[in-house]
């Protein structure tokens, strides 16, 4: 167990940022977590956990004592002839655990492929995409009170589940940290094509009766055509949450944008496409200097080379407000923003 200090992040975050923190340290067990915890260094500074560094912009050096958590493995606990449950370690890269489980033929991951990130950041943020989400396949969490320091298992309920929430980022955001996840999975394979575009990229495909593998394989198309590669473009995915809003709102925006797409939630909210809007206010490919806005999807800022987090803080807060300006909506981020 070693702490190191002045360490360079940007080998740990997707978007490349070029910082440091003071002090950091990698745990690969839950006993060396707890040690680390229990260090002088952790009592005397504020403590940030890093996983696949995918969901965050770091706008400037941190103050903090970093830990890198790395808890490996997968294992299968329960199984019968419908369905298995399946735990991963938080440091798990989430598309190689997705690779394996419909290798083993378990299957309902199928359509979050290709998601960057580790699995301990799945249930944060209820990562979802093409018509399912963590929720969907979810079965239990372990993670580690920070006050205590003792494990504690929380189940669905206990998670409450939103769109792109969960308990972790409201009123227990800073008080636990995730160990592992388990999810329930099925051996029959139920495939949901609900997205009309995995219908187009499975008939470019030649694909006619799918199996969740064709479905894998339809979605990381999708993915790479629309989304740049973290190893090629700094980025952290979608940088926005598509918003929200009142039918009410939404019919006045179709008056004067009667083409703007929406998506029933309840009898009296729909979602807007975040992605749209940005791009109807023209920000799309939009570069300024190093960084900006991808030529292809207007969620995702990217980072071409150099570019500081404020800067692309600033980017986003610019987004924001004209947003606001055109359509009268306020975009929230989806990302973390570390300070």
């Known amino acids: 167990m070693k702490i190191l200090t002045d360490q360079s992040l940007q080998a740990y975050n997707t978007f490349g940022i070029d910082v440091s923190a003071r002090l950091f340290a990698r745990a690969t067990s839950v006993n060396e977590l707890k040690e680390l915890l229990n260090s002088p260094e952790a009592k005397s500074n504020k ?39 399946v735990k991963a370690g938080a440091g798990v890269v989430w598309h190689e655990f997705v690779m394996q489980t419909l290798d083993k033929g378990w299957y309902g991951l199928e359509n979050l492929s290709l998601i960057p990130g580790c699995v301990g950041a799945s249930p944060i943020q209820n990562i979802g ?27 669905l309920s206990d998670c ?6 969960s308990v972790f980022k409201q009123e227990l955001k800073g008080k636990y940290v995730i160990l592992s996840v388990t999810y329930r999975l099925t051996r029959a394979a139920n495939i949901n094509t609900s997205y009309g575009i995995i219908n187009q990229q499975l008939e470019e495909m030649g694909v006619t009766n799918p199996t969740p593998k064709d479905v894998s394989n339809a979605v990381i198309a999708i993915r790479q055509s629309k989304l ?51 791009d109807q206010a023209g920000w799309k490919g939009k570069q300024i200097g190093n960084y900006g806005v991808h030529k292809k999807q207007a969620l995702v800022l990217v980072n071409y080379g150099g570019a500081s987090g404020q800067e692309i803080y600033q980017l986003s807060e610019d987004i924001i407000a004209d947003i606001v300006e055109k359509f009268g909506v306020k975009l929230e981020r989806e990302v973390n923003i570390i300070e």
């Open 47 to 85: 403590v940030l956990f890093l996983g696949g560094g995918s969901n965050m912009l770091i706008k400037g050096d941190l103050d903090y004592f970093v830990i890198k958590l790395e808890l490996d493995g997968i294992d299968l606990l329960e199984e019968n002839e419908q369905q298995v449950l």
């Open 129 to 155: 995409a093409y018509g399912v989400e963590i929720k969907d396949r979810f079965e239990s969490l372990e993670a580690l009170n920070l006050e205590t320091l003792k494990v504690e298992t929380f189940g």
């Open 160 to 165: 409450r589940f939103g769109y792109r929430e």
């Open 228 to 278: 740049p590669d973290p190893k090629e473009i700094g980025n952290s995915g979608s940088f926005f949450k598509n918003p929200i809003v009142t039918n009410e709102m939404a019919e006045a925006i179709k008056i004067i944008h009667p083409n703007m797409p929406s998506y029933p939630v309840d009898d009296n909210h729909v979602k807007l496409a975040a992605g749209w809007l940005i």
